[in-house]
């Protein structure tokens, strides 16, 4: 599976962004998805995660309420829709894929990674 993140930018605090992360490979629908995010001098983290059909989410406890998870099978494709965003969020946002689909949070539980996205928000 090849993973392709796209959508990041800059936005103002407050304001919206939706990455999109488009999959290769027949196999995306079995597979759990994740966000992931990493800021300068930090290390990367969790965001969300979703089951392959899309019926069970997980959040990070910094994210949630602002950003859902959501995905489109027929389209191979994985969104991250980011709402009320803050200068924390500030980040290189990495979506991955987990053959197992465990809806785990670390990086090591996912065996696909995306080339990363850049998501700068301003104060």
């Known amino acids: 599976v090849q993973l392709q993140a796209s959508g990041g930018g800059l936005v103002q605090a407050g304001g919206s962004l939706r990455l999109s992360c488009a999959a290769s490979?027949?196999?995306?629908?079995?597979?759990?998805m994740g966000w992931f995010r990493q800021a300068p001098g930090k290390e990367r983290e969790f965001v969300a995660a979703?089951?392959?059909?899309?019926?069970?989410?997980h959040y990070a406890d910094s994210v949630k309420g602002r950003f859902t998870i959501s995905r489109d099978n027929a389209k191979n494709t994985v969104y991250l829709q980011m709402n009320s965003l803050k200068p924390e969020d500030t980040a290189v946002y990495y979506c991955a894929a987990d053959r197992l689909n465990r809806l785990r949070t670390g990086i090591y539980d996912y065996d696909y990674w995306g080339q990363g996205t850049q998501v700068t928000v301003s104060s």
């Open positions: 490979g027949r196999t995306f629908s079995s597979y759990g």
């Open positions: 979703i089951s392959w059909s899309g019926g069970i989410t």
